[in-house]
C-alpha cells in the first residue's frame, strides 16, 4: 500500500511541475518570446492546456476578477500541497 502511496505522490510532484511549466510557457507566448505559431510550441501548449485545465476552470470560476492576473495555477499548487502533507502526515503512517 504504501507503493501506491509513493506513486500518488510521485504524480503530484509531476503535476506540480507540469504547472508550473504551462505558466511560464503562457507567459512566454504573452510576451512573445517564442512563437505560438511553431507546431512543436503550440503542441506542448496544447498538452499543458488539456492537462492542466480541467483542475484550474472550477478555480477560475470561484475566482473574483483580479484584472488580467490569473492566481489559479498558485492556488491549485497549494491545494496539491495541502494534499501531499495530508497524505505524508496522517495516511502514510499509518499504512502497512
Known amino acids: 500500500m504504501r507503493s501506491v502511496l509513493d506513486i500518488i505522490l510521485l504524480v503530484l510532484q509531476i503535476y506540480i511541475w507540469l504547472l508550473i511549466a504551462a505558466a511560464v510557457l ?3 507566448i504573452a510576451f512573445n518570446v517564442v512563437n505560438a505559431r511553431n507546431q512543436v ?3 506542448i501548449g496544447e498538452f499543458l492546456y488539456r492537462i ?3 483542475f484550474l ?3 477560475r470560476a470561484l475566482l473574483p476578477n483580479l484584472g488580467g ?3 489559479s495555477p498558485v492556488i ?3 491545494i ?3 494534499l501531499e502533507n495530508i497524505i505524508i502526515r ?3 503512517p499509518n499504512v502497512f
Open 26 to 28: 503562457s507567459w512566454l
Open 41 to 43: 510550441v503550440a503542441m
Open 52 to 54: 492542466t485545465e480541467p
Open 57 to 59: 476552470r472550477p478555480i
Open 69 to 71: 492576473i490569473d492566481i
Open 76 to 78: 491549485l499548487i497549494l
Open 80 to 82: 496539491i500541497l495541502l
Open 90 to 92: 496522517y495516511i502514510y
